[in-house]
């Protein structure tokens, strides 16, 4: 990996660089190989802002011409992630093609992934190899009693596992890729969803797990409660929770308290989101 890339220029890990740095997603990764309780990425909606959600999905082989237009727009870019719209390890072939291609053109740029962690440990020494600075390991539990409640199902090739043992297989993963990534340098942000009554008990938990592993930091993000999704009649955890448990989670570990829960096609700054400009380059490379 670039040992010369300014990772100080990645708006998500440095609060200070937000009004400076932007980062753009490449949506180039629709499938995903889990089923969490609170994601729905059916809808396909230019107004709502979250995960999951994007305009269009954009083939790897036209990422390079859809970043060329996005600096062309928005020349304060630094990172360049793929945040799905599903997870992009389960679309390692997809994702590592894009980074490939980007990076014969724009190998001073950071990259930055997100991913359950599931299909991610096989893929840690080529994502090293590309100069993938940054990457986001969702774990919101470390007890696959608690696991089992957030996961509908876990696949691993072609067999799909439910229930405790599920959540046991997700969390091996996941435990074993923040320690990968540690071990090739790779800056880890740990993301954990905060659930009210299912898993905000239990939090803390992980972020000393999250911090035994030398993982950077935490983002402990509110739950959105998302229609047709078991966890859609949900309460979204209350400012008072979110204060408390970010502040319990920083003393073990660094907290990110500016997440804006981006879609997967975001553009820009973190505070002034241009990716509806972009849509109309994104539909027509798209096609
Ligand atoms: Fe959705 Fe991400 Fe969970 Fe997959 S890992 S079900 S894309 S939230
Ligand atoms: Fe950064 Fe949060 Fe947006 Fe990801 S979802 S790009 S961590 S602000």
Same mark, same amino acid.
């Given at each position: 990996?670039?040992?010369?890339?300014?990772?100080?220029?990645?708006?998500?890990?440095?609060?200070?660089?937000?009004?400076?740095?932007?980062?753009?997603?490449?949506?180039?990764?629709?499938?995903?190989?889990?089923?969490?309780?609170?994601?729905?990425?059916?809808? +396909?909606?230019?107004?709502?802002?979250?995960?999951?959600?994007?305009?269009?999905?954009?083939?790897?082989?036209?990422?390079?011409?859809?970043?060329?237009?996005?600096?062309?727009?928005?020349?304060?870019?630094?990172?360049?992630?793929?945040?799905?719209?599903? +997870?992009?390890?389960?679309?390692?072939?997809?994702?590592?093609?894009?980074?490939?291609?980007?990076?014969?053109?724009?190998? +001073?740029?950071?990259?930055?992934?997100?991913?359950?962690?599931?299909?991610?440990?096989?893929?840690?020494?080529?994502?090293?190899?590309?100069?993938?600075?940054?990457?986001?390991?969702?774990?919101?539990?470390?007890?696959?009693?608690?696991?089992?409640?957030?996961?509908?199902?876990?696949?691993?090739?072609?067999?799909?596992?439910?229930?405790?043992?599920?959540?046991?297989?997700?969390?091996?993963?996941?435990?074993?890729?923040?320690?990968?990534?540690?071990?090739?340098?790779?800056?880890?942000?740990?993301?954990?969803?905060?659930?009210?009554?299912v898993n905000d008990?239990?939090?803390?938990?992980?972020?000393?797990?999250?911090?035994?592993?030398?993982?950077?930091?935490?983002?402990?993000?509110?739950?959105?409660?998302?229609a047709d999704t078991?966890?859609?009649?949900?309460?979204?955890?209350?400012?008072?929770?979110?204060?408390?448990?970010?502040?319990?989670?920083?003393?073990?570990?660094?907290?990110?308290?500016?997440?804006?829960?981006?879609?997967?096609?975001?553009?820009?700054?973190?505070?002034?989101d241009r990716s509806?400009?972009?849509?109309?380059?994104?539909?027509?490379?798209?096609?």
């Amino acid at each position: 990996m670039s040992e010369a890339k300014d990772r100080s220029k990645h708006p998500c890990f440095n609060k200070e660089t937000s009004g400076s740095c932007g980062r753009v997603h490449l949506p180039v990764a629709p499938g995903c190989n889990i089923q969490c309780n609170y994601c729905n990425r059916k809808y +396909d909606c230019v107004n709502e802002s979250r995960p999951g959600v994007t305009s269009a999905i954009l083939p790897p082989d036209k990422a390079v011409e859809y970043l060329d237009e996005v600096l062309k727009k928005e020349p304060r870019i630094t990172v360049v992630g793929i945040a799905g719209p599903g +997870d992009p390890m389960a679309e390692a072939k997809r994702t590592i093609e894009t980074i490939e291609r980007i990076n014969e053109k724009y190998p +001073d740029m950071l990259y930055c992934l997100s991913s359950n962690g599931l299909a991610l440990p096989e893929h840690v020494d080529r994502l090293a190899e590309l100069g993938v600075t940054h990457v986001t390991v969702t774990m919101n539990a470390v007890d696959p009693e608690i696991g089992a409640k957030i996961y509908s199902w876990v696949r691993v090739g072609k067999v799909v596992y439910r229930g405790v043992e599920g959540a046991r297989i997700l969390l091996e993963r996941q435990l074993e890729s923040i320690r990968l990534l540690k071990a090739k340098g790779i800056t880890v942000k740990v993301n954990s969803i905060i659930i009210p009554g299912v898993n905000d008990h239990h939090l803390i938990e992980v972020a000393k797990v999250a911090a035994e592993l030398g993982a950077d930091i935490q983002n402990l993000i509110p739950l959105h409660p998302t229609a047709d999704t078991p966890f859609a009649g949900m309460e979204e955890p209350t400012k008072a929770l979110i204060h408390e448990l970010r502040a319990k989670g920083g003393e073990l570990v660094p907290q990110m308290t500016h997440c804006k829960r981006c879609r997967a096609d975001a553009v820009g700054l973190l505070c002034s989101d241009r990716s509806s400009e972009l849509i109309p380059t994104l539909n027509k490379l798209a096609c």
